[in-house]
């Protein structure tokens, strides 16, 4: 985006900024160049609508234009302004941890289905790969029985994740745990559901993603460095012993490619009642079984 030395307000300078980045390829420009103002002025977005005409300072246009330098770089919105929504919840993200998808709520949502015979009862979950505690928190705030443990490898990612769970007045029901899957000293038992997101994306599969989540998203919470299967497959073997009676195994996959496969996996793992469903895209994109012992 040029600079005028003339000030602007702010419809002239959203104007400009949406122009710029749509002649930089940036998804939905407009949409872009409000949250990073409204960023940078520290208001809501609909109060930028309010306050057309207003002037900005140099040290507010400067701010503002340092910020869209970092968008036409390829940084994620979310990554720049350091939070992101998810299911009505504020949640802090950097880049030491995915950014939480519309599918990872309709997982959330999936869960809470599931859970509802349990009436109030007390629930433990497990959480894999917790990342920024997305699903914990969100599963924490709907869930006022529930306790969960949310284990995650990355140091870095459980810091965010702790962040957000105090932010978000949870932390009290969330065990956050720096493990390894791969490991065996992970002796946690008696779950009611064990729920995941793991990289499921493949090596192959990862040249095509955007500059978006390809260079700016950390690379072991998108892919497991091989067919897209090997994590989901760990989580399985994680969560053999670990359920109760009727608890629940729900995954998020990476689409009709590892349907079959998956059902293989669950049903060779002792699970029953195993489903494969389908995100508002049509996609497959959540896998789940239920644990029974006598069938084991």
Known sequence: MANSAQALNIKDLLDRSTEYFDSKGIESPRLNAEWLLAHTLGKKRIELYLQFDRLLTKSETDAYRSLIRERVKNKPLQYIIGETDFMGIKIEVDENVLIPRP????LVELALERLKTHNGRAIKILDVGTG???????????????????IEISEKAIAVATRNAEQNEVAD????????????EFTHT?????????????????????????????????????????MISEVIKLSMGRLNENGIILLEIGGNR?????KKMLSKAGYSNIKIESDYNSHARFASGVFETHKN
């Open 132 to 150: 920024s505690g997305n699903i914990a928190i969100a599963l924490a705030k709907f869930l006022p029985a529930v306790t969960i443990t949310a």
């Open 103 to 106: 599918e990872t709520e309709q």
């Open 190 to 230: 008696g779950f009611d559901m064990i729920i995941s997101n793991p990289p499921y994306i493949s090596l192959e599969t990862m040249s095509s993603l955007s500059p978006d989540v390809r260079e700016w998203e950390p690379e072991t919470a998108l892919t497991d460095f091989s067919d897209g299967l090997d």
């Open 173 to 184: 029901r969330i065990n956050f745990i720096i493990h390894d899957i791969k490991s065996d």
């Open 258 to 262: 590892q349907s079959e496969p998956l």
